[in-house]
């Protein structure tokens, strides 16, 4: 048989001997176990809530608590959601206006001193956990939407208040989605209201899985869902939130026997941003105000993405709406972009630190677009990646990386021979199941060695799925392929991580390296990180090198390899092979001379 679980009750009452006469009456004829934490005032009493391992059961307050009195401590614990657990009240007098006020303020029961007894204390308990438990049930259904279960208006309107208040506190930021669909009312006319009902449904579900668990969803009415996002850091993860949203509802739904597609328009406000960049603003503004402009711009910018044709997203703040269009843009051009021959590589020459000669070369991919210029890959590759291109694009990085070092390899047999080329890869590429085979295709009708293509993966990459991971560059590394860990220090990959897999080239990130001859730290840091790779057996390659003293610094320290303006911008494939043609044209590393100590900064 299961043995019932203890009542659990928090005693409150400053005079002891009050605690002891209700001590003695749970205690008193009751077979039921019960457990008993007292306190002897308000500030006990919290210590005691917030602290508890388990949730109580019930509490038991005395009106009289000292100087103050148990209708505060209800106050504090209903304000700061201190506990759930029903109250019931203990006073020595017998005063209708202090009843009332403890039971409107959040108590469910209230007994006289005089009158305790087992058999009351324990009715008064048992009935304040009825009561309590019924108010919770009516108060989520106040709150939330019968069909879907979300989040009602009230509930969402009071959640954003807080959220507004939360990010004035805090100096962070939040943002609201708003959500409608697409045609729902002819949905609705045409199968009917149950399945319009289910359609809802099955979006709410959709809608609240594709998001952080977290993140709040409610329905507004009708066919109006809506989302408050909080603390996002950047405004391009709100891009990739509407553009999952966008997506999830995309798959049709089967009601009835009928196929169902559907859409939605999204708009996206966020505050601070957008409530202070309009006109009407005032300083004074409460949240609820603030809340309800806000939800209100999320709504015009609905609209908008309607008015632009549905199945759309648009933001209501001038930037945030200027970056979703050029997203939007780059990533209708880049479709274009491979056929329309578009793309070129750069080169940029890894220098040996010994001997100043050219040991690699990393190939950096541009676009020339047909408008707008060259496009660096920063602003382009994450839109590739999102948007399932990335791997068209990256087979060709690695054909015309590969079919480059041939024609380097024949045109310099003697002096380059050993030439590697840098290919970057993305984590996407990696997730491929045929990427070791395709590298071999290439690699295998270049004709140029497996040992001489380096492939550059970010930390990122390969934690995404670590084993995974290790696999894929196993199987890759037993063909001789290189590989090399890019930006290293910005992730999060650690030891354990660099053991497992098969990496060849450790890259320090830029970040290390500029601040290298100004703080001692950064030295420190690097000079950590060469040791650790050369005891795992790996080949150093210092990255944005932009100084003559850098380098020399950098050669000091043992680092292997040395990339970076000093030496050479990334060049287009002719410019770079007039590099390997003169080789001198590389600056020298010449000798270390620190600055005095009061140059250095510590930190
Ligand atoms: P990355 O792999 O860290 O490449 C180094 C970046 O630093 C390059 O920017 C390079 O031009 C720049 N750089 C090199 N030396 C210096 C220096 O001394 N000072 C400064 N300030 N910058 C220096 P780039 O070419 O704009 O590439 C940016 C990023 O785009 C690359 O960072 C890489 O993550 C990505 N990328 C480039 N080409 C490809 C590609 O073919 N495929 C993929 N997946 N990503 C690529
Ligand atoms: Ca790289
Ligand atoms: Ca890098």
Known sequence: MLQAKPLKILLVDDDQVDRMAVKRALGKKNNKNILIDEACGISEAIQRLTQASAPYDCLLLDYRLGGQNGLQLIQKIQSESLSQAPIVMLSGIDDETIMLNCLKEGAQDFLLKSEISSHSLMRAIRYAQERKQLSLQMRHLAQHDALTGLANRTLFIERVKRAIARANREDSFCAIIFIDVDNFKSINDTLGHEAGDKLLTILAQRIQSSLRGEDLVGRLGGDEF????????????????????????????????????????????????????????????????????????????????????????????????????????????????????????????????????????????????????????????????????????????????????KRWLTQFPDSNSTLTMAINVSALQIRQPNLTEKICTVVEKCQIPYGQVELELTESALIDDIDQCVLKLQSLSGQGIQMAIDDFGTGFSSFRHLQQMPLKTLKIDKTFIDQICVTSKNQTIVKAIIAMAHALQMSVVAEGVETKEQAVLLKELGCDKL???????????????????????????????????NQLSAH
């Not at 494939?573 to 000798?591: D, H, M, T, W, Y």
């Open 226 to 405: 809506s989302v408050l996002i909080e603390g996002v850091p950047k405004q391009t993860t709100l891009v990739n939130i509407a553009q999952q949203l966008l997506e999830t509802v995309q798959d049709p739904v089967i009601i009835y026997n009928k196929t169902i597609h559907t859409s939605i328009s999204v708009g996206i406000a966020s505050y601070p941003s957008n409530t202070s960049s309009t006109p009407q603003t005032s300083t004074h503004q409460t949240s609820s105000e603030i809340a309800s402009k806000l939800i209100k711009c999320a709504d015009l910018a609905m609209y908008k993405a309607k008015q632009s044709g549905r199945n759309n997203y648009c933001f209501y703040s001038e930037d945030l709406q200027q970056l979703a269009n050029e997203y939007a843009n780059l990533k209708i051009d880049l479709h274009s972009a491979l056929a329309n021959n578009e793309f070129e590589l750069y080169y940029q020459p890894q220098i040996l630190a010994v001997n100043h000669q050219i040991a690699g070369v990393e190939a950096l991919i541009r676009w020339h677009h047909p408008s707008r210029g060259m496009i660096s890959p920063d602003k382009f590759i994450p839109v590739a990646e999102s948007s399932g291109l990335i791997n068209a694009i990256g087979d060709w990085v690695i054909e015309h990386a590969c079919s480059q070092l």
């Open 563 to 597: 990339q970076g303006f000093y030496f050479s911008r990334p060049l287009t494939a002719s410019a770079f092979e007039k590099l390997l043609a003169n080789p001198r044209a590389i600056p020298q590393v010449g000798i270390y001379t620190p600055p005095s100590t």
